[in-house]
């Protein structure tokens, strides 16, 4: 598998840590909803089809990045550094939705 | 001249002859035999033993598809066990054993499993040994007696013990088409790629490229197939973008258009080169592949087929056209399509006579009948093969009348003699690695085959793989697939090549299996009957996998290439259902079995990279035992001649407590944390406060995981007003460096923070002791390093024998300690300045187990207590989890469960009979020496306490700290030991820290 | 049906092996049972078998989407062991092995358990000490459980380089006897055939696409095969739990699906009889009756359903797997395959009531549910008879990450790839 | 000052070694700069930390991921999104850089004992690092001056191209040993010369 760091270019599945589901947001760190920090930290979703996730160039730049990939066909449509995605959070509850 | 040799013609080159060995027999063959044509060449026909009922088997195919022939391979006592004798290049000295049978090849006693054939039947094993209800023997135990037997006849070939001494290597290529298959349609594809610009690798498993124009006798662009071929890859070699990969099979097509490919770089050679390896193992990331991997021929199902003399049309034919072998003199030919009139007419010409040909239907193609007719022979339209005669050897074969629509035989049975009978019962494209991804391949009626799946990724199929049988089409589709994947969709790059071939159709007629008395093999290699398919099919294990799973079709080292259609058909067949409402069994990496040696590659007898601090040459030769701890290496003792670890890490604890000790310290994690918003960060990681750190000081920090646990714990130091470095135990050093990256990209990127590993810059060296101070003032310059100017947690800078040094006054001793930083490179200088500046004072040396030692008599926490599983408050740190302000992990930590009150938490033990404790020991209440049970806890680290003079430990125990004072026993049956412990404070040795406050 | 005996088996061969019946029925569905259990792998059947056996409901039926046996069941390396850490797992786990001691018989269906021993590697003092606390554990509970050193292992395994290249000398291990290896198509079979002869229906090809609601409580589910009906419906789909789960609406799990991958070596003659594990990387070994060497490895280690792997891991598995036997060095990789894993919070299962009246669920197995597949389906069929959990599943609750109570054997957290 | 202490003192053995007989393949040594520093600059700020690269090295970095600069004793190339690293035979150039760019422009880091540089050259060049890299080293793709953040197993490494068949490369101190050792090896097919 093949992930095109938008630094680095396409790199090999090796040099990458799985980070995990990315559609979850962390609650405002003083908040206490207990419900919102479950969720947060235990509850994830398993996309069948499109998934945001969250991937480490961790042999390369070592940048966090926001893919799309297939988890039917491991077919990555998008990829972006996490920071930039971070401000875009509404735009990214809304590709989860099936749109992208 | 051996018997089967043809004068001229083929690979092979006839001036030089190669001597080997097959079972402990010198034969001789030539440079481009392979182990199977060199042997027939000589007249072999036995060449293994089949793995259930050890019937005798031959060569059925010429290639990667064979499974009778395999035979072992040795290498001084290195064994290489199950290769195709069809795949293995002769070399001088080869030495190659057969496999499967005692007491030998040809006579072997595990034959007599044929008797019991019926009862060994699919399935047997689930029917039975199930054994007594009671008794000795119940339960599982009798299966478990028979099992033992049944193993002993397990698997085909041998392995050794012995380390292979070979060399295995990967490695990496980048191109713009990979192409696979170097047949017509390959050469094509690669040509035209290469033509085009692109960079190019081609890659077939064979050693010759050409592909069955090295054997097919056709003419193309007015030469002999083999010569256009070679002229093709004569000018591919000599164009710089393209890379030829002979003997290399691609096995493997992963995501991202990467394929896996093995090349057999020396096995053809009696020894590799210097530094050569034995198998190179190529990641290929290709932006296009074109997979020409041509066509599988199939055997027809009928009784005796597995009989030594029985072998496919197309090998035959590359026998006598690719090395100069005839597979008999006498041939029959059996057939269900017309691509076997061909091959009779190649053997013909080389030599051969054919007895017969039959068909099994009744009407052939004219340019059929006329090629029947010019080899002379019988002609038997509209027969059927029924049975072979001969023992280990064909001696002849028996025909009937067939009818091929309703598969009713007719008429008497009659002889025809024979010593080979090659069958065609069609062909199956090679689409393997386009079916790896998991898409359905589809059924084609016409060419009763399995065609390519739609694409999942980046491929352009042509020739044979595609269904397309005739070489023109292989050519055009070669180059039309070649166009496409270079992306020059527009148009011909150049004229194809003129093509001579007979008429001939090798679609055939849908006819798999004669069914006539007698085992007629599906599986040749696991001797799968036609029977056992029915029976599945009877049991209800009727869905191709179910059939696979049931009779084991389709699972030996040739993965059904020849089988897994036939075996399908006639489950079909049974169902009454068309096959491709049958379907066929999912394909799987590696599209042949490969080498594990080539897949651990570089790693094999090197599995991981050792890490070593700038010190570790001056351990060694300080008779340090070396600890790994992850990838590095640390000192556990210095250890004097005859003294016992214990005596040793006692020394060591010892002299530091009362003079002073040293030990290496670089393999904390380091991470400077730099930026304007480094402080803030800081506070929001650890649990206690670092913005008020002031620069030139260190705090102890805590962290937690997101859910509330411990993470790791370490010092921090505010090197400038932006500027950090953060310590981490050595063990979790990688995992919060990735866990403070991802916060800081993630979730917090409006933070000005930069994290940087610099565990490598500094080399670490913490010296402790009554005497550290005297020894360090004695050895610094530019900097005091008294209690004025080195107040505890504080920072210096100076220089030691003129190398810049950083120091902290901080212990993890309990002693008066300090932490001496140097850059890496002089770290080694710095520490041999220490050691001898420490002499007069008695300075030791001293390694894990005395640093274990000390910070259990201090009860500190460590990885053995930061397990993963436990809280802060666990380990008695709740005063350093701030209310002040919101931390990673704050939320989470007081959910119910970690504040239960049955947790086990920190506390100390002592031995009370003066026995060693152990690691991984557990603490119980009751006095039961022989059967303790109901654990409330146990040990997590141990040491005898010179400063106490006891054994003691630190352990997790329920109720904690409320046992205080309270007896308890250490249970630890595997080591056989059960003792009173008492259950004391974590702290052991001044509580106080009046010792490192000096 | 027929019993299976060595005497059966004459008197078929006798008859040409014509008489043999199917080994369990392919019935239609019926509009409504009192039980349906989604997916057909081991613990959706063995959970029909004791729901007839023990329980006395045989009114249900099993839907699978494919072929029976086509999940993990079918795929995995079949390792059956009860050395656990947490006694909530080392309870849990020592049931299952009592019951796979007696299964070939109570199902009459030999399903191969073979307790040849499994054999944790350890490569450092420490790390000896840590088994040590396992295998303590496990003795306090009442399992068996026993440390062994170099040169007994040594002495077990001929074919092992005890100093893992010079790089990770083995210091000793921990040997759990009667732990080993099934059959694994056999288990799934055995108990196919074992609760369809109660009288349960088992549904192949019969994909669950949706479940029917009235309100929160569920009433049965569509299929491709039709609307069935049930007053319970329970899940144990395995690596489609998230997947099926959203289908009833549960949108987010405490689970992540991964693929394991799975190799198979070309047969060799008998080379080792225990299970192996190597303690300094992720490798576990045995030998299947026909002679193939059956290992894997970690997880590859991100989210999917596509049950098959990448190269890493495969490079990974490979060398630890000669750096522990350089004699296999020349034997050659025959297969290699993938299934999907349920990887739980915590790393161990998730087996109760609910999550929606009228639901049960039993998930969360990780790579470890093979060796569960008779005491899962022992306590499923409890929980969903009973409407509450048998002491041995009680701690494999849904709402335990959320409250805190975890049972983590690894000490990883809320990482799912790491356990 | 201080004499600095290689990592590959005892595995280091100058001379030619392997198969030879085609000639030299590769050429290894180690260069020991004076100074590795790592450059990073908050987002928007990157012209800023190029300028002051370009003021203190005298590098002017090209545009673009992995863009970088090598001269006879500087060199200088891109590592990571506003990251770069900056190498100088000559020692102190952390401090120099450290009045170069302020904490509004980016941060300073010292790596000089940290990372160990390599260089390999020769016409196996290329084909040795493949043996390690998954990463396409042909000159189109991986043009002279430019760099990149690789991984081989368990060790990082930084690349920089600095000639047609010549490759610097910094691992991590303590892996510098092993990685060496394992260059060797993998040189051996090929012919190597130590130097
Ligand atoms: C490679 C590998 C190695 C392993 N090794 C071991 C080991 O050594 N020891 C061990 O103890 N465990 C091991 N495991 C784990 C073990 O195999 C699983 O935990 C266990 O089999 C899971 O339970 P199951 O048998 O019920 O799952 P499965 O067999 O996966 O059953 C789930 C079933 O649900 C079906 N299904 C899914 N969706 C639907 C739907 N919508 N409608 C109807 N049906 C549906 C699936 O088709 C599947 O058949 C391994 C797993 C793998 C993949
Ligand atoms: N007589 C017939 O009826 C008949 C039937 C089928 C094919 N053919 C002939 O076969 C030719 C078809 O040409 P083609 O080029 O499509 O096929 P081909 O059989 O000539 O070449 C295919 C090549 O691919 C190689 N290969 C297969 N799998 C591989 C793998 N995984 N890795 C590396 N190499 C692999 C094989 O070793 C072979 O050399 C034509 O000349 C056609 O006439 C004839
Ligand atoms: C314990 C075990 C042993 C296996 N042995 C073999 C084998 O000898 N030959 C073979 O071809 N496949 C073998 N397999 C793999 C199966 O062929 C198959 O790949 C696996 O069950 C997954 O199914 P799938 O590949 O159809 O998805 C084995 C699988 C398991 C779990
Ligand atoms: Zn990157």
């Known amino acids: 598998m093949l992930i095109s760091c938008p630094y680095c270019g396409p790199r090999d599945l090796s040099e990458f840590t799985y980070q995990g589901d990315g559609n979850r947001t962390r609650p405002d760190p003083a908040s206490t909803d207990q419900q919102a920090w479950n969720a947060y930290v235990y509850d994830r979703v398993n996309t069948a089809g499109d998934h945001h996730e969250i991937w480490q160039h961790s042999g390369g730049c070592r940048a966090h990045l926001m893919v799309t990939r297939n988890t039917l066909t491991h077919k990555v449509s998008a990829v972006a550094f996490a920071r930039d995605a971070g401000h875009r959070k509404s735009d990214r509850h809304r590709m989860s939705g099936g749109a992208a | ?998 | 049906m027929a019993e299976y005996s060595a005497l059966s088996l004459l008197k078929n061969a006798f008859s040409g092996n014509r008489d043999w019946k199917p080994a369990w029925r392919k019935p239609d569905p019926k509009p409504s049972y009192d039980v349906i259990i989604v997916g057909g792998g081991g613990h959706g059947l063995s959970t029909a078998y004791y729901l007839a056996k023990e329980h006395g409901i045989t009114n249900v039926a099993v839907l699978e989407k494919g072929w029976l046996g086509s999940g993990n069941i079918g795929r995995n390396t079949t390792m059956i062991r009860s050395n656990y850490l947490l006694p909530p797992n080392t309870n849990f786990y020592e049931h299952s092995v009592k019951l796979w001691e007696n299964l070939s018989h109570d199902l009459n269906y030999n399903v191969m358990f073979s307790q040849r021993g499994v054999l944790n590697l350890a490569h450092t003092p420490g790390q000896l000490d840590d088994m040590a606390r396992r295998g303590n554990a496990m003795r306090l509970a009442g399992v068996d459980s026993e440390l062994m050193n170099p040169a007994q292992i040594g002495r077990l395994i001929p074919a092992l380089d005890l100093s893992v290249g010079g790089r990770f000398p083995v210091v000793g291990g921990m040997m759990q006897r009667r732990a080993g290896t099934a059959r694994h198509d056999a288990v799934a079979w055995g108990y196919a055939r074992g609760a369809d002869r109660r009288g349960v229906d088992i549904l192949e090809n019969c994909e669950v696409t949706g479940f029917l609601r009235d309100g929160d409580r569920v009433t049965g589910v569509t299929t491709t095969r039709g609307e069935i009906r049930a007053r319970k419906v329970a899940v144990a789909v395995a690596g489609s739990t998230g997947r099926v789960m959203q289908l009833a609406g549960i949108d987010k799990l405490p689970i992540e699906s991964h693929v394991l991958q799975a190799f198979v070596s070309e047969g060799i003659k008998p080379f080792m009889d225990t299970v192996v594990t190597f303690g300094a990387g992720h490798l576990y070994v045995t030998q299947s009756d026909k002679g193939g060497m059956v290992f894997g490895g970690d997880i590859d280690g991100y989210n999917t359903y596509a049950q098959r792997g990448n190269l890493p891991v495969v490079e990974e598995v490979m060398s630890e797997m000669v750096a522990l036997f350089p004699g296999l060095a020349r034997v050659r990789l025959l297969r290699s395959w993938g299934g999907l894993m349920d990887m739980s919070m915590d790393g161990s299962p998730i087996i109760t009531t609910g999550p929606l009246p009228g639901m049960y669920l039993n998930c969360g197995w990780c790579y470890g549910g093979f060796k569960a597949t008779p005491a899962s389906g022992w306590c499923f069929a409890h929980t969903i008879a009973k409407d509450q959990p048998h002491a041995f599943n009680a701690a494999f609750t849904l709402d335990r990450f959320h409250r805190g109570i975890l049972i983590d054997e690894k000490g990883q957290g809320s990482t799912p790839r790491l356990h | ?195």
């Open chain 4, 1 to 195: 000052m201080v004499d600095v202490l290689s990592p590959l003192k005892p595995v280091w053995k100058p001379g030619t070694h392997g198969n030879t007989a085609n000639g030299i393949g590769v050429v290894l040594t180690e260069t020991q700069p004076g100074s590795i520093v790592q450059l990073a600059a908050w987002q928007g700020q990157e012209k800023k930390l190029l300028a002051a690269i370009k003021a203190v090295s005298a590098l002017a970095l090209p545009d673009g991921a992995g863009g970088g600069k090598s001269g006879d004793s500087k060199a200088a190339f891109g590592i990571a999104p506003g990251k770069f690293l900056i190498v100088d035979q000559n020692e102190g150039l952390a401090a120099i850089f450290s009045g170069a760019v302020t904490s509004e422009v980016g941060t300073v880091t010292d790596l000089s004992h940290g990372r160990t540089a390599l260089r390999i050259s020769g016409p196996k060049a290329e084909w040795v690092l493949a043996k390690f890299f998954a990463v396409d080293f042909a000159l189109p793709a991986f043009p002279v001056g430019s760099g990149i953040a690789t991984l081989h197993h368990d060790i990082f490494a930084h690349i920089q191209r600095t000639g047609a068949e010549q490759f610097d490369l910094y691992v991590f101190r303590s892996f510098a040993r092993s990685f060496w050792t394992m260059l060797c090896h993998a040189s051996e097919e090929v012919g190597y010369e130590v130097s």
């Open chain 2, 1 to 998: 001249m051996s018997p089967r040799r043809t004068d001229s013609g083929g690979r092979i080159d006839r001036q030089r002859s190669i001597r080997f060995t097959f079972d402990g027999k010198p034969f001789t063959g030539y440079p481009g035999d392979t182990l199977a044509s060199a042997l027939l060449a000589s007249g072999v026909s036995l060449f293994g033993r089949s793995f259930k009922y050890h019937r005798p088997r031959g060569v059925m195919t010429a290639g990667v598809d064979e499974p009778n022939a395999l035979v072992t391979v040795l290498k001084g006592g290195v064994r290489e066990p199950n290769i195709p004798a069809t795949l293995l290049e002769i070399y001088d000295g080869l030495t190659v054993v057969s496999q499967n049978h005692f007491p030998s090849l040809g006579f072997d006693i595990g034959a007599t499993n044929q008797l019991g054939g019926k009862l060994l039947g699919a399935g047997f094993y689930y029917k039975t040994f199930i054994g007594p209800v009671i008794g000795p023997l119940k339960g599982t135990r009798f299966w478990m007696f028979c099992e033992y037997f049944i193993r002993r006849a397990a698997g085909l070939g041998r392995a050794g013990n012995e380390k292979d001494t070979a060399r295995y290597e990967r490695i990496n290529a980048f191109c713009d088409v990979l192409v696979v298959g170097s047949g017509p349609a390959g050469l094509m594809a690669a040509k035209t790629a290469a033509e085009s610009g692109k960079r190019v690798v081609f890659a077939d498993l064979e050693p010759r490229l050409g592909g069955s124009a090295n054997w097919s006798g056709e003419t193309i662009d007015g030469m002999p197939a083999a010569d256009w071929a070679e002229a093709a890859v004569t000018e591919l070699r000599q164009n710089a973008n393209v890379r030829l990969l002979p003997r290399t099979t691609v096995w493997g097509y992963y995501d991202g258009n990467t394929l896996a490919a093995l090349e057999r770089v020396a096995d053809h050679k009696p020894n590799p080169g210097k530094g050569e390896p034995r198998h190179r193992y190529w990641t290929i990331r290709a932006e296009a592949v074109v997979l020409a991997t041509g066509a599988f021929e199939r055997p027809l199902v009928f009784p005796g087929n597995d009989r030594p003399g029985v072998m496919l049309a197309s090998a035959a034919e590359r026998y006598a056209a690719e090395f100069g072998v005839l597979p008999g003199r006498k041939v029959v030919v059996f057939t269900n399509n017309d691509s076997a009139y061909a091959t009779a007419a190649a053997l013909k010409k080389a030599g051969a006579g054919i007895a017969a040909i039959v068909d099994v239907r009744r009407e052939v193609s004219e340019a059929a009948h006329a090629a029947a007719l010019s080899v002379g022979g019988e002609f038997l339209a509209g027969h059927a093969v029924v049975a072979t005669e001969g023992g280990a050897k064909l001696s002849g074969i028996k025909v009937q009348i067939f009818d091929a629509a309703t598969g009713a035989l007719s008429g008497e049975p009659r002889s025809i003699e024979a010593d080979c009978l090659i069958v065609s019962g069609g062909w199956s494209p090679v689409i393997h690695l386009a079916s790896q991804a998991g898409i359905n391949p589809q059924w084609d009626d016409a060419r009763q085959a399995f065609l390519p799946p739609q694409p999942t990724q980046n491929w352009v199929g042509a020739g044979a793989f595609n269904g397309s049988f005739s070489t023109e089409e292989a050519l055009a589709e070669g180059h039309a697939a070649a166009c496409q994947a270079a992306g020059t969709v527009d148009g011909l790059i150049e004229a194809l090549p003129e093509v001579e071939t007979p008429a001939l159709r090798s679609h055939p007629a849908p006819v798999f299996e004669i069914k006539a008395k007698g085992k007629a093999f599906v599986d040749f290699q696991h001797d799968v009957t036609a029977d056992d398919v029915r029976l599945a099919y009877r049991e209800g294990f009727v869905s191709v996998e179910h059939l696979k799973r049931y009779t084991t079709l389709g699972m030996a080292t040739d993965q059904g290439k020849t089988s897994n259609v036939p075996g399908l058909a006639i489950m079909a067949e049974a169902l009454g259902k068309p096959i491709p409402d049958v379907g066929t069994t999912r394909f799987r990496p590696p599209f042949s079995a490969v080498s594990l040696g080539s897949l651990a590659a570089e790693r094999y007898g090197d599995l991981k990279p050792e890490r070593l601090t700038p010190m570790h040459d001056w351990h060694i030769e300080h008779n340090a035992t070396m600890y790994p701890v992850g990838l590095w290496f640390r000192p556990m003792i210095y250890g004097d001649p005859g003294e016992t670890v214990e005596q040793a890490y006692v020394r060591e604890a010892k002299a530091t407590r009362e003079t002073a000790g040293i030990v290496d310290v670089s393999t904390l994690g380091k991470i400077a944390v730099q930026g304007p918003d480094a402080a803030e960060f800081l506070d929001r990681v650890y649990t206690n406060v670092f913005s008020t750190l002031a620069i030139g000081k260190a705090r102890y920090g805590l962290m937690l995981r997101e859910d509330g646990l411990a993470m790791d714990d370490g010092t921090t130091w505010r090197l400038g007003q932006n500027d950090f470095l953060m310590t981490t135990t050595t063990a979790n050093a990688g995992k919060v460096m990735q866990h403070l990256e991802y916060l800081l990209d993630v979730i917090w990127p409006d933070l000005k923070v930069q994290l940087t590993s610099v565990t490598d810059q500094w080399a670490g060296a913490a010296i402790g002791g009554p005497k550290a101070r005297e020894i360090l003032a004695s050895c610094v310059t530019g900097t005091a390093v008294d209690n004025e100017a080195l107040q505890f947690m504080g920072i210096v800078h100076g220089e030691i024998a003129g190398a810049p040094v950083m120091i902290c006054r901080l212990s993890f001793s309990g002693e008066m300690a300090f932490e001496v930083y140097s850059g890496a490179c002089h770290g080694c200088h710095v520490w041999k300045a220490l050691m001898q500046a420490g002499k007069p004072f008695g300075l030791v040396p001293y390694g894990l187990e005395a640093l274990g030692t000390l910070r259990i008599e201090k009860g500190h926490v460590t990885g053995a207590e930061i397990d993963g599983r436990t809280t802060g408050r666990d380990l008695h740190l709740d005063w350093m989890l701030s209310k002040k302000k919101p931390f990673i992990g704050s939320a989470m930590m007081d959910r119910e469960g970690l504040m239960a009150e049955d947790r086990i938490k920190l506390v100390g033990v002592i031995s009370l009979d003066n026995r060693p404790l152990n690691g991984g020991a557990h603490i119980v209440e009751e006095n039961n020496p022989d059967e303790p049970r109901n654990s409330i806890g146990h040990i997590t680290a141990v040491c005898y306490s010179p400063a106490l003079g006891k054994y003691i430990g630190l352990a997790l125990v329920k109720g904690g700290k409320s046992r205080h004072g309270s007896r308890a026993f250490v249970a630890d049956p595997l080591r056989k030991r059960f003792g009173p412990v008492e259950i004391v404070s974590h702290h052991f040795f001044d509580p106080e820290g009046k010792r490192m406050h000096g």
